[in-house]
């Protein structure tokens, strides 16, 4: 845990020097506006973030993501501009459910069939934006269609914030909460810390699994909401490929790919990491293909330096007999 | 063997002049679209109507297959030549697959010609483009500057660096821009066809560039976010988003100010075009021939050029005074 702790602040040193290096470049990056602007901006990926670790943390991964959200956006944008009636609150609600009842495919798969989970979540990935496809025939569900209530919602401003930050505020907390003081996220870090010793311990491994995936479809319904009410649009490829940028904040932020390890402020400043980038790369003015490279050695300098950082060092079992 | 060829000739000759004498009635020209059901095509239907009631003498079969595969509209092509229509124009589901249905029918004396999507030369007589590189590219900057009469900075949020179409629009809107003095663009970025970074490719445009005036999108996706990143950002009217979208997915942005126009084609004018042209090309009173021009009734003429492809006009400006009624179409 002290591990962890002294990582995350050396990822948020580096997160406050990449600011100042951009506002040397761009002064008014730096201005407490521009960086709610990014963080607002962020929140979408920080809450898939948050999913994407519970199931990383239990040795798994979760490359559907981006295609849950999808489906749950388009679901929930068909269901508003057919049935405008419906309060928003309860269209969230519902978001989140439909969101884990796909993540529960994911977690059935691998829970019951034991397929790997890589292969599970690829192939439910393509499900997913070809069932996009079926139910809305290819067609965009447009601005004029939704009702201004959809799509004010997330840009309502409580205490100076828009309602999409507060989205991804609440969800850090319930994660910090559900995976730090609860048996179930508890079980998640033993599952992927040793899962035999999870099992001796009288904990079900295949449904820690389920749980995390249920809990990543749950955010993912969340984040699906939030997307088209924020770009006010939803078609078949929204977000398509936006989950390579979700297990990228996550490796960024030290959630060890071989499970067990990671921490709720390691995703959130990971996923803050590349939202950094994304959001000054613009604004600098570079050329788009150096935005790709930058982007790419960011991640793969964040994944040599967790290699080296997780290396441990061998453990002596038993000492040689010193003299007697 | 010779005397079966006579046979078969004359056989044509009588059909076709059978055909000449019905032509005298109404000639049937058919409007074969990807699909039914698709609003841009029912519109396209609206304006080959459109050109029939001012011909007179035109009936018009408006048809296509229920899905948009090629196979549906090879055999919708097959009973078009069985039922001797005068002339097919066909907005094509496959360049190169229906070529052989298309050169049945036209050694069958029936006129072919393509529309919106085009088919290889060797399978129809000319191809009628909805507009062309240079048009777009002069529309684009022309519906920017049209709403700033004291010039300003404009920027382009292009779809992604290595997409085709939209680069060249672009280099067609730079060769024009001394056309309009006081436009300066002064930035061109990417926002790959993706809702969330054109949006935020949109943003950094307005912080980076505090004096724009105008955002330039040749592209639906990238139009729609900035309209949208525009709006948030509180700054709708005062920064202007134009370029090319739909009117079903601009709707919103035109209501809200962040659009005040924005140009694609028209479906109307196309479907009015492509019956103009067949109809004169069936009735001879022009021919498909390189540098060639074949009258489009109120659009004027198309040319051709050497792989007989003409643009029938300007892309079509859409603002608050129109989009209402397209917005259902497409």
Redesign the interface.
């Given at each position: 845990m002290r591990h962890t702790v002294s990582r995350d602040l050396l990822l948020a040193f580096i997160l406050l020097a990449l600011v100042g290096l951009v506002s040397l470049r761009?002064p008014?990056f730096a201005s407490v506006k521009?960086l709610s602007?990014v963080f607002n901006?962020t929140s979408?990926l920080i809450i898939l973030a948050l999913g994407q670790m519970a199931v990383i943390l239990t040795r798994c991964i979760d490359l559907s993501m981006a295609s849950n959200l999808a489906l749950v956006g388009m679901c929930t944008a068909m269901l508003n501009a057919s049935v405008p009636g419906i309060p928003i609150p309860l269209l969230i609600v519902l978001a989140m459910v439909l969101g884990a009842l796909l993540g529960s495919i994911n977690g059935l798969l691998v829970w019951k069939l034991d397929i790997p989970p890589i292969v599970v979540t690829l192939g439910t990935l393509t499900i997913f934006r070809g069932v996009i496809f079926l139910i809305s025939d290819g067609q965009?569900v447009?601005?004029?269609e939704m009702n201004p209530a959809f799509k004010a919602l997330p840009?309502f401003d409580i205490l100076g914030l828009p309602i999409l930050s507060w989205a991804a505020i609440i969800s850090i907390a319930c994660s910090y909460i559900l995976l730090n003081r609860t048996p179930l996220g508890r079980s998640l870090y033993a599952v992927g810390g040793n899962p035999n010793a999870a099992v001796y311990t009288g904990i079900d491994v295949g449904r820690s699994r389920f749980n995390a995936f249920v809990l990543s479809g749950v955010l993912s319904g969340l984040a699906g909401y939030l997307?088209v009410s924020?770009?006010?649009?939803a078609y078949v490829?929204?977000?398509?490929?936006?989950e390579l940028d979700v297990v990228a904040a996550c490796v960024i932020g030290g959630i060890s790919i071989a499970g067990g390890m990671g921490s709720v402020a390691g995703a959130v400043l990971g996923a803050l990491f590349l939202g950094v980038i994304?959001?000054a790369?613009?604004?600098v003015?570079i050329?788009?293909?150096w935005q790709q490279a930058i982007s790419g050695c960011a991640i793969i300098a964040a994944v040599i330096f967790n290699a080296r950082s997780e290396r441990r060092p061998g453990r002596i079992i038993l000492k040689q007999a010193e003299n007697v | 063997m010779r005397k079966t060829t006579t046979l078969i000739t004359a056989a044509i000759l009588g059909g076709s002049m059978a055909m000449s004498s019905a032509q005298a009635e109404e000639m049937r020209i058919a409007l074969v679209v990807k699909a039914l059901g698709i609003g841009f095509f029912e519109a396209a239907a609206k304006g080959a109507e459109e050109a029939a009631a001012e011909l007179g003498d035109v009936e018009i079969i408006y048809t296509g297959p229920t899905d948009t595969t090629a196979e549906g509209q090879i055999e919708v092509i097959n009973s078009l030549i069985a039922q001797k229509v005068d002339a097919i124009a066909i907005s094509a589901n496959d360049q190169d697959a229906l070529v052989p249905a298309l050169k049945k029918a036209m050694d069958r004396g029936i006129t072919v010609i393509s529309w919106d999507s085009g088919v290889a030369p060797e399978g129809r007589m000319m191809h009628l483009n909805p507009s062309s590189n240079s048009l777009i590219g002069n529309m684009i900057v022309k519906m920017a500057a049209d709403h700033l009469p004291d010039g300003g900075d404009v920027a382009v949020l292009s779809a992604?660096?290595t997409a085709t179409n939209q680069n060249i629009w672009i280099d067609e809107m730079n060769k024009v821009i001394g056309d309009y003095p006081g436009i300066n663009v002064v930035?061109t970025?990417?926002g790959?066809?993706?809702?969330?970074?054109s949006?935020?490719?949109a943003?950094?445009?307005m912080?980076?560039h505090p004096d724009l005036k105008a955002i330039i999108s040749p592209t639906s996706v990238g139009i729609?976010?900035a309209a949208?990143a525009v709006t948030?950002e509180g700054k709708a009217g005062e920064i202007l988003v134009t370029g090319l979208g739909l009117p079903?997915?601009m709707?919103?942005?035109v209501?809200s100010g962040a659009s005040k126009s924005f140009a694609i084609w028209n479906p109307i004018d196309l479907g009015y075009a492509a019956t103009m042209i067949s109809y004169n090309l069936a009735k001879g009173e022009a021919t498909a021939s390189a540098d060639g021009e074949i009258g489009m009734g109120r659009l004027g003429a198309v040319t051709l050029d050497d792989s007989m492809d003409g643009a029938m006009s300007d892309p079509f400006v859409y603002d608050s005074s129109n989009i209402n009624d397209f917005?259902d179409i497409f």
């Open positions: 761009f008014e521009s602007s901006d979408i965009w447009n601005a004029h840009r997307w924020r770009y006010a649009v490829d929204i977000a398509a490929g936006f994304k959001n790369l613009p604004v003015n050329s788009p293909f | 992604s660096a930035a970025v990417y790959d066809d993706l809702s969330d970074k949006y935020r490719e943003q950094g445009l912080s980076s729609v976010a949208q948030d079903s997915e709707a919103a942005h209501d917005k």
